[in-house]
């Protein structure tokens, strides 16, 4: 049972380079979230999707965008990355939007240099 | 307890005794608490949770006791072992989900 899976684990990017965050989960979840930590701070949402077909801003949602590809998937775009945005990218996943225990991924390392 | 700013609170207890982590939380209208473990390199992990109709929740070799009065959360863990060393943090519910920074959990051997 594999959870949630990200991808990649790492990247490099130059500023003003995009790219997209994979995520996928098989627990059959209705809701996915992404956050980024950084260090010494809580996580901080990004963007969440309640169910499929919604996604929603969260927190810290500036300079990201996201497409809940269906149930299962659930992507994050950065199209001009920052160094600002260099941080530790989490995607999880719950039953419903936040009445049940968030499920995380792995995490993407990311640097903006 | 919470972290602002780059460092975490640290608590290092001898392998086999007893640990307790505290949280306090801000919003008295929450009312689901979960507490999560973090090693490094690796997402956080779900321990136990507790909704605000409750003051105390066991789980194996783990307790969460929240008191609603003074906002505040702990996470004990009976006969701490080397693979319990992570972060650990608490996450409330109201609105949305708000996480701490966490504590640093340091078992020595």
């Known amino acids: 049972n594999a959870g949630v899976t990200q991808t990649p684990k790492f990247q490099v990017l130059k500023t003003g380079q995009s790219m997209t965050l994979q995520c996928a989960q098989d627990?059959?979840?209705?809701?996915m979230y992404w956050y980024r930590q950084d260090p010494g701070m809580g996580l901080r949402l990004i963007y969440y999707s309640a169910s499929e077909g919604t996604t929603d801003k969260g927190e810290v949602p500036n300079g990201y965008n996201v497409s809940r590809l269906n149930k299962r998937e659930f992507s994050l775009r950065l199209e001009s990355a920052a160094p600002s945005q260099t941080s530790v990218y989490f995607c999880?996943?719950?039953?419903?939007?936040?009445?049940?225990?968030?499920?995380f991924g792995n995490g993407t390392r990311l640097t903006v240099t | 307890g919470e972290s602002v700013g780059l460092h975490l609170p640290t608590l290092s207890v001898q392998e086999g005794d007893n640990s307790i982590i505290n949280c306090a939380y801000s919003?008295?209208?929450?009312?689901?608490f979960i507490w999560y473990k973090q090693e490094s390199g690796k997402g956080p992990q779900f321990i136990i949770d507790?909704?605000?109709?409750?003051d105390k929740r066991q789980g194996q070799r783990v307790t969460v006791l929240l008191n609603k009065t003074v906002k505040h959360l702990s996470l004990q863990i009976a006969a701490t072992q080397p693979g319990d060393s992570a972060v650990y943090f608490c996450a409330e519910l109201s609105n949305d989900m708000r996480f701490g920074a966490g504590t640093r959990l340091t078992v020595k051997p």
């Open positions: 999880a996943s719950s039953l419903g939007p936040y009445n049940s225990p968030l499920h």
């Open positions: 507790i909704r605000s109709n409750m």
């Open positions: 919003n008295s209208a929450s009312d689901y």
């Open positions: 627990m059959n979840h209705n809701s």
